[in-house]
């Protein structure tokens, strides 16, 4: 029984020192297999696509101009479908 609880003081005690230990070292650097998710900059420009409603970066967007107003679209079947509707309506 005494080497039972010593053999489990033991584990416990290298238990401790190597969480200790980990919390001390800087995190490990990703792999290359993994690919980094690419971070858009925060002050970028969101315009909301009026046909579907999805938001999505300026610069990614489609422009239109349609009765004076510029619009922008997530896809060109969203722009295609938006125009069409709007031009049947008028």
Do not use: N, W
Request: proline share 9%.
């Amino acid at each position: 029984m005494g080497t039972l609880l010593r053999l489990l003081l033991f584990a416990l005690a290298l238990y401790l020192i190597v969480s200790g230990l980990r919390r001390l070292l800087p995190p490990p650097a990703p792999r290359g297999g993994k690919r980094e998710k690419r971070q858009e900059p925060l002050d970028e420009l969101m315009v909301q696509d009026p046909q579907c409603g999805r938001f999505v970066p300026m610069r990614e967007a489609l422009p239109a101009s349609l009765h004076g107003r510029q619009l922008y679209f997530c896809s060109q079947s969203c722009r295609d479908l938006y125009l069409r509707t709007a031009l049947r309506e008028h």
